[in-house]
């Protein structure tokens, strides 16, 4: 997936687009081999206590986003690096293409623009916090 960001460097401002390198996604012949591990049914019998660990999965992610308010639309962190200045503090009013918050890797300082119109609904990183991508930076209401 491309994302573009907007880089400034010694006063220029550039646009980026960049596209995330990661885990492959899923390709419809990945898709097809799936059921093939399928068969194994007669086994389900025994691990009828599997379904009671099941939720507790769940109940996991919902306590991840329990800082983003609902509706609220999340922003994530584009790549690993450090937040070294925060713009904006909750409540604050938005709009899209607003710097809200500096990042910076590999000594490089990416400015982390609000993708939205809103307010500030969260903010879940502070200044100096080492993020990862896809770590929750803030989020819009």
Do not use: C, H, W
């Not at 604050?92 to 293409?97: E, F, K």
Request: charged share 15%; no cysteine.
């Amino acid at each position: 997936m491309l994302r573009k960001f907007k880089i400034s460097i010694d006063g220029t401002q550039y646009m980026v687009e960049m596209e995330e390198i990661g885990a492959p996604t899923p390709t419809p012949a990945d898709a097809v081999a799936a059921p093939v591990a399928a068969p194994a049914p007669a086994a389900a019998p025994a691990p009828a206590p599997a379904p009671a660990a099941a939720p507790e999965p769940a109940a996991a992610p919902a306590a991840a986003t329990a800082s983003a308010p609902a509706g609220a639309k999340v922003q994530t962190a584009p790549m690993p690096g450090k937040i070294v200045d925060i713009k904006l503090n909750v409540g604050d009013a938005v709009s899209n293409g607003t710097v809200v918050m500096v990042l910076e890797a590999m000594k490089m300082e990416n400015q982390i623009i609000a993708e939205s119109d809103g307010k500030i609904a969260s903010i879940a990183v502070s200044k100096g916090d080492m993020v990862n991508p896809g770590d929750e930076l803030f989020s819009i209401a």
